[in-house]
Structures are given as structure tokens and as C-alpha cells.
């Protein structure tokens, strides 16, 4: 159908005016779309010529669904079904219409675009957070089901400023939602370098962009790559240059550029990421640079360019200042969700000490108290809080039955951690069995502290808190023996069909070759008498395909194979 509609001279379609290239039909999946230049009088033949597609597949064009959209010149026009000859849905002149995800129409406004996407996107962010998901948790589900609802839209539409903050604060709004927040510079960070891996969505559609300019080059053919061209020339004529992607483009030039248009979004971000243009053998070839190599845009990937363009915005972490530990890289697949939400928090001094509180605090009963919850006798700072109180001190020396038992002595016995041991700093080398007692009685601890905060307690308890550390580890310790034993039965089992297969080869070896041949003798004879009886067959097609004037072996052949595969089936 596509073929015969652009082959038809007498359908006329939308050309685009610098290079008159002509565009009259658009189809994806089971979608169509057909441009006419004078709808009046093609409309008709356009149909005509449907018909006839019909009548060859049986298929047939659903009218109810189908809709007429004035575009340009025609919206002055008058159109009935009786002047078109079809019954066409006619869309008014304010109407808008959904094709292929997103809406189409003559004044489609960004409020209108988008609106209901974040409103969705909200939706997402009521529903989860009913449940009781960790700081990791949202991050994933930010990435994965909030983001993506306005990803696809903004991959072929403008964006303002405005439009883009409201969507960063509906996902901080969201991640940050019962912890306290730190910079977003550092949310967005790789777990390994102290973040929770959370995608910055601006940063996502910005990528997008620039992906467009690589398949501008690439898909030329497309009808869509034709109408950014034609704005590619625009922009060249108003900056007075030979191709807007090389480099020493003024400041004030990029400035000027219009968020809301895609191409323009998409030249801004080019010189941002700084991308240059050269020629190389002859072509020109579009280049960016990715960390310390300069790299051809057709063969980077839209990870490799959101990277960078969070590098560029937010700036890259120093080691000193990745604030990561242990528990969040060497030991985290070994913890639960709370537990690593807990240390993050650890590393980011995410967590309120009563001194802090002190300064804005003031409830019923006055100002908030300073003064540890547990020791009473000291302020409480976080370095106290994190290792100088009594109470922590006298937990660390508690520690040491529950290590044990854990551990069975096999690496020796515990010893009360150092100040950066009990931070499980990333820096320092540790036993997996010690990063794991401090993991879990760190955490078994701050529970107990914060019931004492909140008054649920009235003192430390710490043959409880003992025995809570001992069930964890018991339970960590049953599962590492399981997992052993799974092990050991997997190696055990490919051991043994090593074996088997060694022992196959040498009973073969062992057997005498005359054996074998008696085993076969009845095989080869039965084998024979198949062969003979195929052959009886085939003579007999030869002859009936003879009388009908065939005497092409292979076709006979071909004809004798079918007919027996068949025959096999039915047996």
C-alpha cells in the first residue's frame, strides 16, 4: 500500500520547501499516516487506492477510528464528509488527538503534553509510599517506573525550564521522603562512590538529545530527519556559520537558543558536552569527549553520554570525599534493605544528634536536651554518639560471645574495633566476619538508642541487644552453611559426570570391536532392506512423473521427501 500510494501521481503530498523532498504516507507497526496537499480533491484517490490493497489481503481500514487533522493552509478550509466522499471523523480546529503515544493537534501546549504524565508519575510516588521501601529502593523505583513517564514524551518534544524543575522535585520529593536529604550532586552518584544511584531525569532527556543528532546522521531517510534539517539551515543562516556543531560558538549565541524547540535543546546540550566536528578521510565526523578520549558520536552509547553529562553538572567525586563503607559495597548483598539504608545514613551523617536539635528543637516540655540518651553525662555530638559514649564502649566489649560463636574461633578472638574499623571505612582492610558483627550490632544498637530517644526505653539494655545480635548472626551462619553445602553437592555431581564419561570411553575401549559388529549386523541388515524399499519407491515416482513430462531429478526428488515426511506425520 505504501508503495502504491507514494508511486500514485495523483496524490500529492507535504514537501519540504528547501529540498523538495516530498513526504506522502508514514506507517509504524499497524499505525498509518497519509499527508495531502490539496485533501479535497485526493482524498478520493487516496481511498481508491486503499480499496484495492483491500481487496488483494482481506484486510479492511477501520473509518470510525480514522480522523482527518487540518494542518498549515487546509485549517481555512471548510471540509464535510460529503465534499471528501468518505466517512472520515473531521477534528475541529481546537481538537487534539493521541497518535503514537503522544498528542498531536494545531495548539498542543507543554501543560497539555505533559501533565498527565506527572501526574502519573505522582500517582507511582502515593502508591509506594504506603510501603515501607529503603532510600535504595526509591532510587530503583524512580528509575524505573517514575522517570519513564515522561522519558518517551521528552524524547520528541521541547521542554522548558520551569517544566523540567517540577519534574527533579516530584522525584526528590519522592526519594527523600521519610530521610533526610543530602545534596543532590551526591544522590545521583554511583552506590560505589557514596550515592544511591538515582538517575537525575534532566540529565536523561538532555542524553536523548544528543542521541538525536547522532541518528540525524545516520537515518537520513526518515522523514522526520528531513523537517531537522530544514532547522538545521535555519540556525546556520541566523548564526552566520558553516555547521552549527563545530566548536567557538559564542556564549551568547547558545544562550539565545530555545529550550522549548528539540533541535535547539539539542545544539545547546552538543556545546555543552563541548562536541566538536573534523574531517577525517574526506567525511566529517562528530566527536565528544568522554572522559580523557575524544570519541565518534555514532559509536557512543546513552549511557556513556548521560555519564558525562552528569560529570559535567554535578561535578565528579574526589576519593576522600565519597563518604562509602563496607557495609554498602564489600558486605551489602549480605545485609537487608534497612541495614543498608542505615549505614548510607552512617556515612552521610544523615541521622540528628541531640546537640543539633538543641538549636531549633522546642516542644511541650521545652527546649530539646543536648545530653547523650544513653550515658547522661556528655553532649552529644556525632562523634560521640558514634563512638566515644560509654554505652558503645561498653556494647563493643559485649560483642565479643556473639563474634565468637559466629565464627567458631576460626579467626581468632575479637578485639575491640578502632575508630575507623567501627566506621567500616572502605580504606581499611577487615575480615568479612568482623565487617559483619559491626554491620549488625551497629545497626541492633541504633534501634535501641532510638527507642531511648523517643522514650519507648528508659535504659540500655544490653543482655537484649546481646541476645538480638546472636539470633542474626546464628541466622547468617546457617545460611553460609546451606550455601556451602549446595556448593559442595554441585562440584560433587560435575565431578561424577566427569567420571562417568571417563569410565564410558574405556568400557567402549575395552570392548571388542567384534561384539559391536554383532550388534550391528541385524542393524546394518534392516538398514539395507530400508534403503531397497526407498529405492523401489522413487522408481516408481520417476515413472509416474515421466508420463507427465517431468524429468527433473530434484524435482521428483523434492515431490518424494514431501509426500513422505506426510506419511510419517500420520503414522
Known amino acids: 500500500m505504501a508503495i502504491a500510494v507514494r508511486e500514485n501521481e495523483a496524490i500529492q503530498g507535504i514537501v519540504e520547501p528547501d529540498t523538495g523532498k516530498e513526504d506522502k504516507i508514514s506507517l509504524f507497526a499497524d499505525d498509518s499516516c497519509i499527508c495531502l496537499r490539496k485533501p479535497i480533491e485526493q482524498l478520493k484517490e487516496a481511498r481508491i487506492t486503499m480499496k484495492r490493497y483491500e481487496e488483494a489481503t482481506g484486510s479492511a481500514l477501520h473509518e470510525g477510528k480514522t480522523m482527518i487533522m487540518k494542518i498549515g493552509s487546509t485549517r481555512k478550509q471548510v471540509l464535510t464528509n460529503k465534499q471528501i466522499g468518505v466517512n472520515f471523523t473531521i477534528l475541529e480546529e481546537e481538537a487534539r488527538e493521541k497518535y503514537l503515544g503522544d498528542i498531536v493537534g494545531n495548539d498542543v501546549t507543554e501543560e497539555q503534553r505533559f501533565r498527565k504524565n506527572i501526574e502519573k508519575m505522582e500517582k507511582i510516588g502515593d502508591r509506594w509510599n504506603r510501603e515501607n521501601v529503603t532510600v535504595y529502593g526509591r532510587a530503583l523505583i524512580s528509575n524505573t517506573l517514575m522517570c519513564p513517564q515522561v522519558l518517551y514524551k521528552g524524547k520528541v518534544n521541547g521542554m522548558s525550564v520551569k517544566m523540567k524543575k517540577e519534574i527533579v522535585e516530584k522525584v526528590k520529593e519522592f526519594v527523600w521522603k521519610k530521610v533526610t536529604r543530602v545534596k543532590w550532586s551526591v544522590a545521583v552518584r554511583k552506590v560505589e562512590e557514596g550515592g544511591i544511584g538515582v538517575k537525575d531525569p534532566i540529565c536523561l532527556l538532555d542524553s536523548t538529545r544528543i542521541r538525536m543528532i547522532r541518528d540525524m546522521r545516520m537515518k537520513e531517510a526518515q522523514p522526520w ?61 562528530m566527536k565528544i569527549r568522554i572522559g580523557e578520549h575524544w570519541r565518534d558520536l555514532k559509536k557512543i552509547k546513552g549511557r556513556e553520554i548521560y555519564e558525562q553529562l552528569l560529570q559535567r553538572r554535578h561535578g565528579t567525586s574526589k576519593n576522600e570525599a565519597k563518604n562509602t563503607n563496607h557495609a554498602m559495597t564489600s558486605i551489602a548483598r549480605q545485609l537487608t534493605p534497612q541495614q543498608r539504608q542505615f549505614w548510607w545514613r552512617v556515612a552521610h551523617k544523615n541521622y540528628m544528634t541531640n546537640d543539633r536539635a538543641h538549636k531549633w528543637k522546642v516542644d511541650r516540655r521545652g527546649r530539646a536536651p543536648n545530653e547523650c540518651n544513653v550515658c547522661r553525662s556528655a553532649i552529644e555530638s556525632w562523634d560521640h554518639m558514634e563512638y566515644e559514649c560509654d554505652g558503645v564502649k561498653k556494647w563493643m566489649e559485649r560483642m565479643k560471645s556473639a563474634y565468637e560463636e559466629y565464627t567458631d574461633m576460626e579467626n581468632g578472638e575479637w578485639r575491640i574495633p578502632t575508630r575507623d574499623e567501627w566506621k567500616l571505612k572502605s580504606e581499611v582492610k577487615m575480615e568479612t566476619d568482623v565487617m559483619m558483627t559491626i554491620a549488625i550490632g551497629r545497626w541492633i544498637y541504633h534501634k535501641e538508642r532510638s527507642r531511648l530517644v523517643h522514650r519507648q526505653r528508659r535504659r540500655l539494655d544490653l543482655d537484649r541487644l546481646e541476645e538480638y545480635l546472636k539470633e542474626e548472626l546464628t541466622l547468617r551462619k546457617e545460611k553460609r552453611k546451606e550455601e556451602k553445602e549446595r556448593r559442595k ?4 555431581k560435575k565431578k561424577e559426570k566427569k567420571k562417568d564419561k571417563k569410565g564410558k570411553r574405556k568400557k567402549k575401549g ?62
Open 489 to 492: 553437592k554441585e562440584e560433587e
Open 510 to 571: 575395552e570392548e571388542g570391536k567384534g561384539r559391536e559388529r554383532e550388534e550391528n549386523e541385524e542393524e546394518a541388515f534392516w538398514r539395507r532392506e530400508k534403503e531397497r524399499r526407498e529405492e523401489e519407491e522413487l522408481r516408481t515416482w520417476r515413472l509416474a512423473f515421466f508420463a507427465r513430462g517431468i524429468w527433473d531429478e530434484g524435482v521428483i526428488r523434492r515431490h518424494y521427501e514431501k509426500e513422505k515426511q506426510k506419511k510419517a506425520g500420520q503414522h
Open 225 to 285: 530527519v528531513k523537517w531537522m534539517n530544514r532547522k538545521e539551515r535555519k540556525l546556520k543562516e541566523r548564526w552566520g556559520v558553516e555547521s552549527v556543531f563545530k566548536g567557538r560558538v559564542k556564549k551568547k549565541m547558545i544562550a539565545e537558543l530555545k529550550d522549548e524547540c528539540v533541535f535547539e535543546s539539542a545544539v545547546k546540550v552538543w556545546h555543552e558536552l563541548k562536541g566538536i566536528t573534523k574531517t577525517e578521510e574526506g567525511e566529517e565526523v
